[in-house]
Every structure is written in structure tokens, then in C-alpha cells.
């Protein structure tokens, strides 16, 4: 029996390309995220103490390295790490967080990375990562992370 040609099954995917220009407010299915630290104000009101804005280019960085796999290892408020989500991380879990963000650190540097970050039979939507934006990021978070450790609060991710 010999198989008939399928156009669709066939027919190469459209590959686009996340645009940097459109960072500040990027198209699904690409996206940005934030990481806050924060405490309790005597009222009972969540008190941001730090922020830290990650940019499409960093956050898909993250779930492509691992990094987001990793971080929902540790023991998490409100459920894991996740698009459209948010979680917590107790100050007791910062000292591993910032290991993991160090680590991340270390294991990219220097070199080229794409990723896919969503995708169909017909179109698949992929980013090259811009290191040094990545790296930058990165930096931030650890600092974050370790200050907040330091100072006993907790740190939200909307990643």
C-alpha cells in the first residue's frame, strides 16, 4: 500500500522569530515577567521592597536553561512557577534559590543560545536569547534573592 503525500502533515512549519523592539510589550506567546520581594506592613499589607522587571528575552531564557524547572524543586507558596501564575518563595528557600541562579550564572555564559517557545503543525514561534541582557537579569535576581534572604523576606515570581 503506498502512502499518499499529506500537504499539511508535510508542508514545513512558518518559524517566528521573537522581535526585540517589542520587548516592552511583547505578542503572545511570548512574554515578561517580575520578581518582587516583599514583607508584611503592621497592617497586614504586602509591602513590595524590591523589583526586578524580566524581559521576554530573559524569562523564556529561564524555562529554556531549566532554571524555572529547578526553582519549582524548592518548597513554593501558591503552587509552582508558571505562565500566568504566581509563587513564592519562603526565606528559608532563598540560600538555594540564589545556588540555582549562580549556577545558571556560570553554565551559560559565553556562548549562543534558541529556543522554541510555543508551536503548532503549522507555525512554531522560537528566541535567540541575547546573553548579555540574560546575563544582566540574572544578576539581578541574585541580588535580590540574597538581599531578601538577608533581610528575612519572601520573594514573588510571575514568571
Do not use: C
Not at 17 to 45: K, Q
Not at 143 to 153: D, F, I, T
Amino acid at each position: 500500500m503506498t502512502a499518499h503525500p499529506d500537504p499539511k502533515r508535510d508542508a514545513p512549519r512558518r518559524v517566528v522569530w521573537f522581535d526585540s523592539a517589542t520587548s516592552d510589550a511583547p505578542s503572545p506567546p511570548f512574554r515578561a515577567g517580575e520578581v518582587t520581594s516583599f514583607d508584611w506592613g503592621d497592617d497586614g499589607d504586602v509591602l513590595t521592597r524590591a523589583r526586578v522587571a524580566v524581559p521576554p528575552n530573559s524569562l523564556h531564557a529561564l524555562y529554556g536553561h531549566g532554571v524555572v524547572e529547578a526553582l519549582n524543586r524548592l518548597p513554593l507558596a501558591l503552587g509552582p512557577i508558571a505562565p500566568e501564575a504566581e509563587a513564592v518563595l519562603r526565606p528559608t528557600a532563598l540560600s538555594e534559590a540564589s545556588r540555582l541562579l549562580y549556577e545558571a550564572d556560570r553554565t551559560t555564559y559565553g556562548r549562543t543560545w534558541e529556543f522554541t517557545v510555543a508551536g503548532d503543525d503549522e507555525i512554531e514561534y522560537r528566541i535567540a536569547i541575547d546573553n548579555r541582557e540574560y546575563q544582566r537579569t540574572l544578576s539581578r535576581l541574585q541580588y535580590l534573592v540574597v538581599l531578601a534572604g538577608r533581610e528575612g523576606r519572601a520573594v514573588r515570581l510571575r514568571l
